[in-house]
């Protein structure tokens, strides 16, 4: 079992839509959850985190996290062509101690 | 502080010739991590250090590479003999030292050994 699994994707969506990315984790100690943004060629860039269980939002992004699930998911409402990039899932914590582990991302098309 | 540094961008090398990457984090940020990232895949961990010490180094990194931070600022990531599997793009990242904190990306080395 991977230490972090995606839906490798391609998820495709209407612009204007709402995306919903997912994530699912092994290690139940892990402690900070991290969504990162990669467009092709370039390095991941963050735009959200989230340590507490529940929602949290900032702008048209909202990250998810259920600890008893050990799910973590990102939505991404009135999404636009320029959200279509690789969404990377990231935790800290457990047995991994203070690296951050990845997932292996999931591709989004936003189709205009 | 423009963020986190790394050169070259770009480096070409012939199998078996050694090569050496840099890496400058973002200045107040102890910690310093290398990836590795190959096409369809996410960042995968290699090592990383808190200050100049090195924590951890993944049990998947053979002894040809070797990273160092010698005054805890920045940092250089060798590899010895290279291979053809050793192409991918190398990424560096750095934290503050406090707690589970999000970890920032310089724009990384892409390798291709030829």
């Known amino acids: 079992q991977k230490e972090v699994e995606q839906n490798s994707g391609p998820l495709s969506v209407p612009e204007g839509a709402i995306a919903s990315l997912n994530c699912t984790y092994s290690d139940r100690g892990s402690q900070s959850f991290f969504w990162y943004r990669q467009y092709s060629g370039k390095s991941p860039e963050l735009i959200m985190f989230?340590?507490?269980?529940g929602d949290k939002e900032d702008g048209r992004f909202t990250a998810q996290l259920n600890k008893a699930s050990q799910y973590v998911s990102l939505l991404i409402r009135d999404s636009q062509p320029s959200d279509s990039a690789t969404y990377l899932c990231?935790?800290?914590?457990?047995?991994?101690?203070?690296?951050?582990?990845f997932g292996a991302g999931t591709r989004l098309f936003v189709k205009a | 502080d423009t963020g986190v540094s790394q050169n070259p961008r770009h480096k070409i090398t012939k199998r078996g010739q050694n090569v050496t990457f840099r890496c400058d984090p973002i200045s107040e940020h102890n910690r310093l991590y290398w990836y590795r990232q190959t096409l369809g895949q996410g960042p995968e961990f290699l090592t990383y250090?808190?200050?100049?010490?090195?924590?951890?180094k993944s049990r998947l990194l053979s002894d040809r590479f070797s990273a160092e931070r010698p005054k805890g600022s920045f940092s250089t990531l060798e590899i010895q003999r290279t291979e053809q599997g050793d192409s991918a793009m190398y990424l560096c990242?750095?934290?503050?030292?406090?707690?589970?904190?999000?970890?920032?990306f310089g724009q990384g080395t892409r390798l291709t050994v030829v």
């Open positions: 990242a750095s934290s503050l030292g406090v707690g589970h904190t999000e970890a920032f």
């Open positions: 990231a935790v800290i914590g457990g047995t991994g101690g203070f690296k951050t582990i």
């Open positions: 989230i340590y507490s269980n």
């Open positions: 250090f808190q200050n100049e010490a090195q924590l951890e």
